[in-house]
């Protein structure tokens, strides 16, 4: 996995890179591979991210998102993991619906979780 984001032109396949990530044990991985994504594949984050939603800290992942102003790119992976019903998933959620006015998808949000 360190290789494939040291070297991504040579060594970086996606398919590949989703399949490693997975059987990774250190979690610290997860989050340079977030970043990698960011910085060089942010329209297959969400992709990413599901992936990894199994073992990753999902509040921790929040932070990181609101910390880098990048939440909206990573809407859906909030709506797929919002079924976990975790405060900080749900608040960042809620708020992305507040700022979009988004009244009825908030409506439904609060009603659900």
């Given at each position: 996995?360190?290789?494939?984001?040291?070297?991504?032109?040579?060594?970086?396949?996606?398919?590949?890179?989703?399949?490693?990530?997975?059987?990774?044990?250190?979690?610290?991985?997860?989050?340079?591979?977030?970043?990698?994504?960011?910085?060089?594949?942010?329209?297959?984050?969400?992709?990413?991210?599901?992936?990894?939603?199994?073992?990753?800290d999902h509040t921790r992942a929040?932070?990181?998102?609101?910390?880098?102003?990048?939440?909206?790119?990573?809407?859906?992976?909030?709506?797929?993991?919002?079924?976990?019903?975790?405060?900080?998933?749900?608040?960042?959620?809620?708020?992305?619906?507040?700022?979009?006015?988004?009244?009825?998808?908030?409506?439904t949000s609060i009603d659900a979780?």
């Amino acid at each position: 996995v360190t290789a494939m984001m040291s070297h991504p032109t040579e060594a970086w396949r996606e398919s590949h890179f989703k399949d490693i990530i997975t059987k990774v044990a250190n979690i610290e991985l997860y989050y340079k591979a977030i970043q990698f994504y960011l910085d060089y594949k942010p329209m297959l984050l969400n992709d990413l991210l599901l992936v990894l939603a199994p073992r990753m800290d999902h509040t921790r992942a929040v932070n990181f998102f609101t910390k880098v102003n990048h939440l909206k790119l990573v809407k859906p992976y909030l709506r797929a993991v919002q079924s976990l019903n975790n405060k900080a998933i749900n608040e960042a959620l809620n708020s992305l619906l507040i700022e979009e006015e988004d009244y009825q998808g908030l409506r439904t949000s609060i009603d659900a979780f």
